[in-house]
């Protein structure tokens, strides 16, 4: 497995690899490092399907907020470097702030649309910092696939508007979320969890469960949107630790309102709860048949 810290460098390795076998795939996992199982399973899935897997570790400023926890997220070289190396990358890229921004950059990608809602709207300007990293680290490392987790589901939705509309040649690998055996979904941000907020975190997950319940059940063709919202929000409320930053159902991947449950045939439903200084998402896709 190779370190690679330049762009320049990254560029010539791929280069060589890719002279040496006419056809190689390439195969790319974005992250901000602290692996976890969730990042294994995206790695194992491109090291299945790609002839080279690059894992990139960027903790990228631009998508952080003025108030969020740049500074403080957690990084953890040595471990990441043996999580890549078990799920079999070949490459481990770490650009640095100073290459990856040289200057007050002066340019930025914005999705619209998908971006209106949810994290979209609680953290302003996090949208165009992702859409704008993955568009540089695509034209860095030119993969044919690129493999993101559906724990982030509205980023999901907002890469894929992205690729179509720029004309990317990459397609999109969405992978389903992991969890503990409770139920918590694996985040590099549980960490910061202590073990109070850690136990009354597993409302997030019993809460899509419940809404999963309300409708694919034998109630789903007269329940309503805000029912199943409300019915969320009381639950997440039995928390006393849980502060709601959103809980909603919208259509997806449009991630538009929804009026009545018959005009849709996907939602979904995304949280985004603080439990003590530390924020969590989770959400689920729910067919409606
Ligand atoms: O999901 C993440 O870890 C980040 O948003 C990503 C896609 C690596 C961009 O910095």
Do not use: W
Request: hydrophobic fraction near 45%; charged fraction near 20%; charge should be negative.
């Amino acid at each position: 497995m190779q370190v690679i810290r330049a762009i320049q460098e990254l560029r010539e390795s791929i280069r060589t690899l890719r002279a040496a076998k006419a056809g190689a795939t390439i195969g790319f996992v974005p992250t901000m490092g602290y692996l976890h199982q969730g990042h294994a399973s995206l790695l194992e899935a491109a090291r299945a399907q790609c002839d080279l897997v690059v894992l990139s570790i960027f903790v990228n400023p631009l998508q952080f907020g003025p108030n969020e926890d740049f500074d403080k997220y957690p990084r953890d070289e040595e471990r990441d470097l043996a999580v890549a190396k078990d799920a079999g990358a070949d490459i481990v890229f770490f650009p640095q702030v100073q290459e990856m921004y040289p200057k007050p950059t002066k340019t930025k990608v914005t999705v619209e649309g998908v971006t209106e809602r949810l994290c979209g709207a609680s953290r302003p300007g996090h949208f165009d910092g992702v859409a704008t990293v993955v568009t540089k680290l695509f034209n860095i490392v030119q993969p044919d696939l690129a493999y993101f987790g559906m724990k982030d589901a509205q980023q999901v939705a907002v890469i894929e508007q992205m690729v179509h509309d720029l004309n990317m040649p990459v397609t999109i690998v969405p992978r389903p979320t992991l969890r503990e055996a409770d139920g918590l979904a694996l985040s590099s941000r549980n960490v910061y969890l202590n073990e109070e907020e850690r136990k009354q975190a597993l409302v997030l997950s019993q809460s899509l469960r419940m809404a999963e319940e309300l409708l694919g059940g034998s109630s789903a063709s007269s329940v309503t949107p805000s029912q199943v919202v409300n019915a969320v929000r009381s639950h997440i409320e039995t928390a006393p630790l849980a502060v709601i930053d959103y809980a909603e159902l919208l259509a997806y991947p449009s991630l538009e309102p929804v009026e009545s449950l018959k005009q849709v045939d996907r939602v979904i439903l995304a949280l985004a709860v603080k439990f003590g200084k530390t924020r969590l998402i989770d959400n689920t896709i729910i067919r409606i048949s």
